[in-house]
């Protein structure tokens, strides 16, 4: 079905059409439309207009009021002030149009970007042969709403998870296990997340002693370093067994996450190996990167240390290996030109928003960044403890995101079941909603706040009915759910020749912003401003419910379906709006 436009646009359009009738020498002419308290909406334009033409702004109100059509679309329109249009819509109009994202039952109206192309999202990063802590949080649950959030506007998008699994360290783990063959090696075969990242922390700590205890290991070590870079078979063979073994941990992880990673969206540090040279040469060729102490940099105006002297992107090291810039502007590289991507978008820690702008700038100067090509750093801030403080363990360590998740999880469910009762739910559902609550508060308030402030970690107000949760959400939208069980054989149907309650318009009006919050978060990469507009469509709804009773007996048989049917369309939005975020919402709760 064909986009539904809304109401704000169509009202703009026949504004902007009027300001041109009723002035034509000024051109084309914004009226400047906002939601507004007083009426529906607010057109402020005019005042600039009239202050441009040296003309009456009061006079020129009166004049686009005049060549408005009449319509459907515009109950009352009031001048004030110096000219300020206060526009209240028809009733008709609100149901009507409503009505219309309704039958769209894919989308609720929302249209395509037309001028969608294909963005790569770096999100969700972990590195080979470590746990998973806190500060993977963000990155995986930030990223994987934008995913979901610009597929559902129609950009193509590309999935990477850039996993570190290359660099000095892999030398000393590799050489270890080429000398203790089987250590990861499970009974019953294939191991679970748990299993795997415990051979991982054996394994590590293991040659880690040895490492530093062992000179002769130390420096067979090295040597596979070497073997490892220049691509020996059997040593890449050991890697790729590594690998694989973290990767059993990496999906036990984001399946808790309940998010869903592909083995073909996983192409770490190693996935561009074979490029860095090719990249430095590059680079240095066409005079981007000098040398500079042996290594090679590209140097920045504006970059500067402590001491005033300017501080370097090293590409390649004084001792011939590659620094992080050279993974990354061959990444770039190869996204640009191979997967033919326009946009690329970086979740990724503030804290490293300089080697990023680095990265970019040396991009932009070697052709591969340009007008056509962006790349965009989606920086986001830190988790913190109640105490203000980064997020640590009473033992002051970094806390595991498995242990947060289960921690989040059991108090949910311990909330779901005292409310079990009341709406009957059986074991299974108790422990599936606890785990879709629990997981879902978590990413709420991660999603909730703008990504690059810093947030509170508390777990009792995650999981609380009250305030902007996702609790508060996924039971507005449950509440609904039970609503239309209880329905008989009342149907949703919209009726626009109905007189709309007050708390009927504002929940009608907020429904029929969903697209453009949608192209306003796509464009901005700002996933809060979507929950956001949820957390203020529950709380209409929590209004609506107060004011409107929606099955009661002293209702007209077409107030009740008109009410059913705006009741049927929230929970609409909320599971669609929700599901781009990646939270889901439980039938029952």
């Known amino acids: 079905m064909a986009s539904v436009p809304s109401l704000a646009s169509t009202l703009q359009q026949q504004l902007a059409d009027a300001l041109t009738a009723a002035l034509p020498e000024a051109g084309t002419a914004d009226p400047l439309l906002r939601r507004s308290d007083r009426a529906d909406f607010?057109?402020?334009?005019?005042?600039?207009?009239?202050k441009k033409v040296k003309g009456n702004p009061r006079e020129l109100a009166d004049k686009v009021t005049a060549s408005l059509p009449a319509g459907e679309l515009i109950k009352d329109i009031e001048v004030s002030g110096p000219g300020f249009l206060n526009i209240t819509l028809t009733d008709r109009a609100i149901t009507g149009t409503l009505a219309a994202r309704?039958?769209?039952?894919?989308?609720?109206?929302?249209?395509?970007?037309?001028?969608?192309?294909?963005?790569?999202?770096?999100?969700?990063?972990?590195?080979?042969?470590k746990e998973m802590h806190v500060g993977h949080l963000r990155s995986a649950v930030i990223g994987d709403a934008m995913v979901q959030i610009l597929e559902f506007t129609g950009e193509?998008?590309?999935?990477?998870?850039?996993?570190?699994?290359?660099?000095?360290?892999?030398?000393?783990?590799?050489?270890?296990?080429?000398?203790?063959?089987?250590?990861?090696?499970?009974?019953?075969?294939?191991?679970?997340?748990?299993?795997?990242?415990?051979?991982l922390n054996?394994?590590?700590?293991?040659?880690?002693?040895?490492?530093?205890?062992?000179?002769?290991?130390?420096?067979?070590?090295?040597?596979?370093?070497?073997?490892?870079?220049?691509?020996?078979?059997?040593?890449?063979?050991?890697?790729?067994?590594?690998v694989d073994e973290s990767k059993?941990?990496?999906?036990?992880?984001?399946?808790?996450?309940d998010m869903e990673i592909a083995d073909p969206d996983i192409v770490g540090e190693s996935g561009y190996n074979d490029m860095l040279e090719e990249t430095c040469r590059i680079l240095e060729e066409t005079g981007v990167a000098v040398r500079s102490e042996g290594a090679l940099c590209v140097f920045f105006d504006d970059v500067k240390g402590p001491d005033g002297n300017p501080v370097p992107l090293i590409v390649k090291k004084t001792n011939g290996g590659y620094g992080y810039a050279a993974t990354d502007l061959s990444?770039?590289?190869?996204?640009?030109?191979?997967?033919?991507?326009?946009?690329?978008?970086?979740?990724?820690?503030?804290?490293?928003?300089?080697?990023?702008?680095?990265?970019?700038?040396?991009?932009?100067?070697?052709?591969?960044?340009?007008?056509?090509?962006?790349?965009?750093?989606?920086?986001?801030?830190?988790?913190?403890?109640?105490?203000?403080?980064?997020?640590?363990?009473?033992?002051?360590?970094?806390?595991?995101?498995?242990?947060?998740?289960?921690?989040?999880v059991a108090r949910a469910t311990a909330v779901v079941r005292?409310?079990?009762?009341?709406?009957?739910?059986?074991?299974?559902?108790?422990?599936?909603?606890?785990r879709y609550v629990g997981v879902g508060a978590v990413k709420y308030a991660d999603l909730s706040t703008s990504a690059v402030r810093d947030y509170k970690f508390d777990l009792d107000q995650m999981v609380s009915l009250n305030g902007d949760t996702s609790v508060y959400l996924q039971y507005a939208y449950a509440r609904i759910r039970s609503i239309m069980r209880k329905k008989g054989e009342a149907e949703p149907v919209a009726h626009p020749e109905l007189e709309l309650a007050p708390a009927e318009r504002t929940l009608g009006l907020h429904l029929d912003q969903f697209g453009e919050v949608l192209a306003e978060v796509a464009e901005g990469y700002e996933p809060h401003k979507l929950a956001a507009y949820l957390y203020q469509l529950a709380s209409h709804l929590t209004?609506?419910?107060?004011?409107?009773?929606?099955?009661?007996?002293?209702?007209?048989?077409?107030?009740?379906?008109?009410?059913l049917f705006l009741v049927e369309l929230t929970a609409r939005t909320l599971h669609q709006g929700m599901k781009l975020l990646g939270i889901r919402t439980p039938e029952r709760l």
């Open 418 to 434: 005292e409310k079990a009762a009341n709406v009957g739910l059986s074991e299974d559902e108790i422990v599936e909603n606890g």
């Open 156 to 199: 193509n998008v590309v999935r990477r998870h850039h996993i570190g699994d290359w660099g000095t360290q892999f030398g000393m783990l590799i050489q270890y296990l080429f000398e203790h063959p089987g250590e990861l090696e499970h009974e019953g075969g294939r191991a679970d997340g748990e299993a795997a990242m415990s051979s």
């Open 331 to 408: 990444a770039i590289r190869d996204r640009v030109q191979n997967l033919k991507a326009e946009t690329l978008v970086y979740v990724v820690d503030a804290r490293q928003s300089l080697h990023f702008k680095m990265v970019f700038e040396t991009a932009r100067r070697a052709g591969w960044l340009n007008d056509d090509v962006k790349a965009h750093q989606l920086a986001f801030g830190t988790v913190l403890g109640k105490d203000g403080k980064p997020f640590k363990t009473r033992e002051g360590t970094t806390v595991r995101l498995e242990d947060l998740l289960d921690e989040a």
């Open 202 to 242: 054996r394994v590590y700590k293991a040659s880690r002693a040895l490492f530093d205890s062992d000179e002769e290991f130390k420096a067979r070590s090295r040597d596979r370093v070497v073997a490892l870079q220049a691509g020996d078979p059997e040593t890449l063979a050991l890697w790729q067994g590594f």
């Open 102 to 129: 309704a039958a769209d039952t894919g989308r609720l109206g929302v249209p395509v970007n037309p001028a969608a192309g294909t963005t790569v999202i770096d999100y969700a990063q972990p590195n080979v042969a």
């Open 42 to 50: 607010q057109a402020n334009g005019i005042l600039a207009l009239a």
């Open 543 to 563: 209004t609506f419910y107060a004011q409107c009773q929606v099955l009661s007996p002293d209702n007209a048989p077409e107030v009740v379906e008109n009410r």
């Open 248 to 257: 059993i941990y990496f999906y036990s992880v984001f399946n808790k996450l």
